[in-house]
């Protein structure tokens, strides 16, 4: 966990669509860890430049997963900003929907996560995830299961996401 914890950080959520700096993007840029290091939190392994859900080997290396620091920091790489009547009358279904792709996705990648789907003051539904791929990833499955209006912007770098779909 050290290695994160040391690296400059300034929380930004709600920096628009500037995320961190890549100098100072402690989720992206620190060293790749040794083969076999495990997260001691969801026990993902990272094997050969990727973390995998492998079981990890006895004394491993821990650090943290990228995943994992997200979530403790509450900084989200994905939102996708959800309204309109459609869903409100197929809220259920079409969350249900959310997390199966969330569930597919996480089976072989461990960093695509959700971390929230909560409602907000305006009255639309945010979901956030960990990485900006499965933001996109869901976005685009309620998009061709119910249509409706998509968009979605990246920022400069790509590191963040924010998606939103209505209908
Ligand atoms: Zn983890």
Redesign the pocket.
Known sequence: MKPERSAPYLPKRDAGLHSAKDESDPYRNTKRPPNGTA?P????TYQVNRWTWQPAEKDAYEL??P??HRIADQFPAGYLTIRGEFFKEHRDEIVNLIQCNEKKEKASR?LQRIMAISDTRDGSTEVTTTDSHLARGIAEALHSAYKGELKLRYSRDENLLRASWKR
């Open positions: 997260c939190k969801c026990h993902a943290v997963c995943a994992c461990p």
